[in-house]
């Protein structure tokens, strides 16, 4: 099984860049496991050989083992400790430049946009977000959504975010997707944007190997201004975040010294 994992992992990046060696190996076989029941398929060969001549079911794939589920201010206590943080951030350095890493279906950094556009003015702060997932990235740029991911919003953040587009379907607003730039992005494999003021890398790095996440946080301090804040997830926080010259503000908050 484990040579068989190696071979996967082996031809699944030939398949599509995406290097699951450095992501927590558990984790990726149970999703492995889940994907072949589902297509009652017994061996991760045959697995292989299924995805190679089915692309459909390739970037289906690509999607469970990357796992993006998300929703529109996840965690929503925090982004009122983010937001402070963000105000004080501002006060001493304007512009901005946000990058959500990781963004999945575009509930992240739309929500960011909202948080701004209702705090600064519009000028003043632009919001880069990336995946790497393309499909995830298809559905960010349309920026339409089920009444599914509002359950962190009030009814009237609701109606200033999106229109109703009929059958259920709402798309966010014209004025808050023109604040975000998406673009696909490894964290894994790709350069880093240099001189950001501020990184949200929320509920990504949880499914990497120890090396990786390590990795990935170097990269990402390196990629912050002095001062500048990175936003990780609700069960990722860094114990020992002046490894990577970062200082704690709070619990998923951090400054780069
Ligand atoms: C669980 S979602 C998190 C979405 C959002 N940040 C949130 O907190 O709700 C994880 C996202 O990380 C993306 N991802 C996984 N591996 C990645 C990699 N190597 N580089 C960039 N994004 C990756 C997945 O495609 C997925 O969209």
Redesign the pocket.
Known sequence: MSDDFQEFVRQFKALTD??LS??NKPQALRRLTAIRQKLRIDSLPELLEALKSDPALLKES??RL??????FF??RDYWQVFKDNVAQLAARTLPLRFW??????G??PYSLAYMLINMLPRSCWVIKA????NR?LETAREGIYTDKSFKNLTAEETSLIFDAIGNDMYRVKNRLRQCVTFFR??????AYPRDIDVV?????I???TDSAKRT?LSRIAAALKPGGLLFL?GSEQIITPADYGLDRVDVYIYKKL
Request: with cysteine; aromatic share 6%.
């Open positions: 995406i290097d450095c992501y690509v999607d990357t796992i993006n589920v998300t929703e996840r965690d959500s890493a990781g963004c999945a279906s509930e992240e990336s995946d790497v997932s995830a992005h490894d964290l894994l494999l790709d949200l890398c929320r509920n990504v949880i499914y990497f990935v997830g």
